[in-house]
């Protein structure tokens, strides 16, 4: 059997694109475990062969049994499954992200909204997801969600590839706070931190880094109303130099408490641990999972995550749950911890 990945999120242009972050969690690191033949790329079309993988502007692949569509939604993408699966392909699509559930303040519900994008958008979106032979989602509630509206749904959680990252050791010199993400992806999860991050960084002397920046975006220190001069940052980068980005000490996950917010893995937390990062997170379900697990802590209200941060800033508290997080994720969700789950997915016969 062989499977075709195809996805519209990649980095960069041929020949030098890459898997932005959904595609590298849910396309390419699940057919590095595969035991199939399987390729990766953007994908490629023939009336004949149905669907191939495209892996660079002049070739497609074709002949896979099995297709994984991820963040596929064009307008012409309902007509070519129904024709893919006539010729017998069967067809996966993996959901990674509540897109229903995004508010106006993440750049991603104009970018996906109908009215907006009547090429590729939401509304495209969920035909794909009806005419899917098989759904993979990534957490709980995207199960429960589309157990509703479908029959064949099955959940595997993210897993992190360990060896894209190096374990910080921890210093005993100052530590630097950090974030990780996009300003403009957010739904509102920055907002919290206006209400004590600012003041905590004057009263402790503190600098914050803040890893993918985007220039066309809002500065994070403009965003949180933090002094420009205690924040630095590092560049939005391609997934294979995503690790060497993570230049802080102690890493922040403020999450608003929304449906969109609820359906999201706690991979951002993973990424910290495997990178000897710890961290507070809101108390979303994924990572109350994570915590309970040993790796995190949680905090609600200002006054929480001030505390938090400030057990933190002890050295040998910091060490301690660094290696507590480290053994947490190195051992329970690591991609290969996870291959067992994928390839279950890849040999599941639903469509029989």
Same mark, same amino acid.
């Given at each position: 059997m062989a499977i075709g990945f195809i996805s519209r999120d990649f980095n960069g242009v041929f020949p030098n694109i890459s898997p932005a972050g959904c595609t590298y969690y849910r396309c390419y690191l699940?057919?590095? #475990?595969? *035991? *199939?033949?399987?390729?990766?790329?953007?994908?490629?079309?023939?009336?004949?062969r149905g669907y191939g993988v495209m892996e660079s502007s002049k070739t497609g692949l074709f002949g896979f049994d099995v297709i994984v569509l991820k963040l596929i939604m064009d307008?012409?993408?309902?007509?070519?499954?129904?024709?893919?699966?006539?010729?017998?392909?069967?067809?996966?699509?993996?959901?990674?992200?509540?897109?229903?559930?995004?508010?106006?303040e993440n750049k991603a519900y104009h970018v996906t909204d109908p009215e907006l994008n009547k090429r590729a958008n939401r509304d495209h979106y969920n035909e794909v997801i009806e005419r899917a032979d098989l759904l993979t989602v990534s957490t709980p509630f995207l199960l429960s969600h589309y157990m509703e509206q479908h029959p064949h749904v099955v959940m595997v959680r993210n897993g992190v590839n360990l060896h894209q990252f190096e374990k910080k050791k921890v210093s005993n010199r100052k530590p630097v706070l950090g974030w990780a993400g996009a300003v403009s992806y957010r739904n509102g999860d920055l907002d919290q931190l206006r209400d004590w991050l600012p003041d905590f960084l004057e009263e402790h002397d503190l600098q914050f880094h803040h890893a993918g920046h985007d220039p066309d975006s809002p500065s994070f220190a403009e965003v949180v109303g933090i002094n420009p001069q205690r924040v630095t940052t590092s560049p939005i980068v391609p997934i294979y130099e995503y690790a060497a980005n993570l230049k802080f000490d102690i890493g922040i996950v403020p999450l608003t408490d929304i449906p969109f917010n609820?359906?999201?893995?706690?991979?951002?937390?993973?990424?910290?641990?495997?990178?000897?990062?710890?961290?507070?997170?809101?108390?979303?379900?994924?990572?109350?999972?994570?915590?309970?697990?040993?790796?995190?802590?949680?905090?609600?209200?200002?006054?929480?995550?001030?505390? *938090?941060?400030?057990?933190?800033?002890?050295?040998?508290?910091?060490?301690?749950?660094?290696?507590?997080?480290?053994?947490?994720?190195?051992?329970?969700?690591?991609?290969?911890?996870?291959?067992?789950?994928? *390839?279950?997915?890849?040999?599941?016969? #639903?469509?029989?």
């Open positions: 699940p057919m590095a #475990v595969c *035991q *199939q033949r399987s390729r990766l790329g953007l994908p490629a079309w023939d009336s004949d307008r012409w993408a309902p007509k070519q499954m129904e024709l893919a699966k006539s010729l017998g392909q069967k067809l996966i699509v993996d959901i990674d992200d509540f897109h229903d559930g995004l508010t106006p609820e359906a999201k893995s706690n991979i951002k937390g993973l990424e910290y641990a495997a990178a000897g990062i710890p961290f507070v997170a809101s108390p979303l379900p994924e990572y109350r999972l994570l915590a309970d697990n040993g790796a995190g802590f949680l905090a609600t209200t200002a006054e929480e995550w001030r505390l *938090q941060i400030e057990n933190l800033l002890d050295y040998k508290t910091r060490k301690r749950a660094a290696a507590i997080a480290y053994d947490t994720v190195s051992h329970n969700w690591t991609i290969e911890s996870r291959a067992e789950e994928w *390839q279950h997915v890849f040999t599941r016969e #639903v469509w029989v």
